[in-house]
C-alpha cells in the first residue's frame, strides 16, 4: 500500500506542476522517481533509467491528452508534425540505446546538466522568427533527429526543443506549442520500446512491476492522480504572471539539476 501510496503522490506532485507551468511532466517525473525508487530500495545503477523509461511511458497517454486538446485549438500543424515524426521515432530509439548503455552516475549528471541550461533558458527572451528555411526537409530531419536523441535520454516530450525551433522557423508561439504536443507521442512511444528492448533482452533487468527499464506499479499511479491534479495546477496558473511562473519554474528546475547532479 504504501508503494501506491509513494507513486500516486508523485503523480499528483507531477500532475499539478505539469499543470502549473505548462509544460511536459517528464523534468518533474524523472527526479521524483528516482527519489521515491532510492526509498524503496531499487539498485542505484537502474534507479535513473527506470525513472527514465517510466516517464516516457506515462508520455505515451498523457501526450495523446494534450495532442486532442491542441488539435481541438486549431494550433496543430499536422504537415510539420509529419515532416518532424521520422526523425524524432530514430533519434528515441537511439536515445534510449544510449541511455541504457550509460552508468547511473554519467546519465544523472547529463539530466542535471539539462535541467539547468532549460533553467537558465526561462530568463532569455522569447525566440525570434530566423528563418523559414528551419522548414525544409533536410532541417527538420536533423533537427527531429536531435530532439528525438536528447528527449529520450532524459525522459521528457520534447516540448522544451521543439517549440523554441518552430518559433525560430517563423511560426507563432500558439502553432508551436500545439505542435510540439502533438511531437511528444512518435517520441514517447519509441523510447519506450527502447528502453523495454534494452532492458529485457540486452540488460535482462528483472524484478515486481518491471518490463525492462518500465515500471508499471510507478505508471499506473501516476497516470490516475496526474489526470486530475494537472487542471488544478493549471487552474491556479490563471492568476499568476507568466513571467513569474517562468521565474518559478527555472528555479525549480535549477534545484533539480543541482540535486541530481550532486548525487552523479
Do not use: D
Amino acid at each position: 500500500m504504501l508503494e501506491w501510496l509513494s507513486f500516486a503522490l508523485a503523480g499528483v506532485i507531477a500532475g499539478f506542476t505539469a499543470g502549473l507551468f505548462g509544460i511536459g511532466g517528464g523534468l518533474i517525473i524523472v527526479p521524483i522517481l528516482v527519489t521515491v525508487f532510492s526509498w524503496q530500495g531499487m539498485s542505484a545503477e537502474i534507479a535513473i533509467h527506470v525513472a527514465i523509461g517510466t516517464s516516457l511511458m506515462t508520455i505515451t497517454v498523457t501526450s495523446l491528452s494534450s495532442m486532442r486538446a491542441h488539435h481541438g485549438y486549431g494550433t496543430t500543424q499536422w504537415p510539420l508534425v509529419g515532416r518532424l515524426t521520422p526523425g524524432l521515432m530514430v533519434g528515441s530509439l537511439g536515445g534510449a540505446v544510449i541511455a541504457a548503455n550509460l552508468s547511473s552516475s554519467v546519465l544523472q549528471t547529463l539530466f542535471g546538466v539539462f535541467a539547468i541550461l532549460m533553467a537558465g533558458r526561462m530568463w532569455l527572451p522569447p525566440p525570434q522568427a530566423l528563418s523559414s528555411k528551419l522548414l525544409s526537409k533536410l532541417f527538420m530531419n536533423l533537427f527531429g533527429t536531435l530532439t528525438g536523441v536528447i528527449s529520450a535520454m532524459v525522459g521528457i516530450g520534447g516540448g522544451t526543443l521543439v517549440v523554441p525551433y518552430l518559433a525560430m522557423a517563423g511560426q507563432s508561439m500558439q502553432k508551436a506549442v500545439g505542435t510540439a504536443a502533438a511531437c511528444g507521442f512518435p517520441i514517447a512511444v519509441s523510447g519506450v520500446i527502447g528502453f523495454i528492448w534494452m532492458g529485457t533482452q540486452v540488460h535482462e533487468i528483472k524484478g515486481e512491476w518491471l518490463t525492462g527499464f518500465v515500471h508499471w506499479q510507478a505508471f499506473i499511479g501516476i497516470i490516475l492522480t496526474s489526470v486530475f491534479m494537472a487542471p488544478q495546477g493549471a487552474k491556479l496558473a490563471r492568476h499568476l504572471s507568466h513571467r513569474k511562473l517562468s521565474q518559478l519554474f527555472s528555479l525549480l528546475l535549477l534545484a533539480v539539476g543541482l540535486m541530481l547532479l550532486s548525487r552523479g
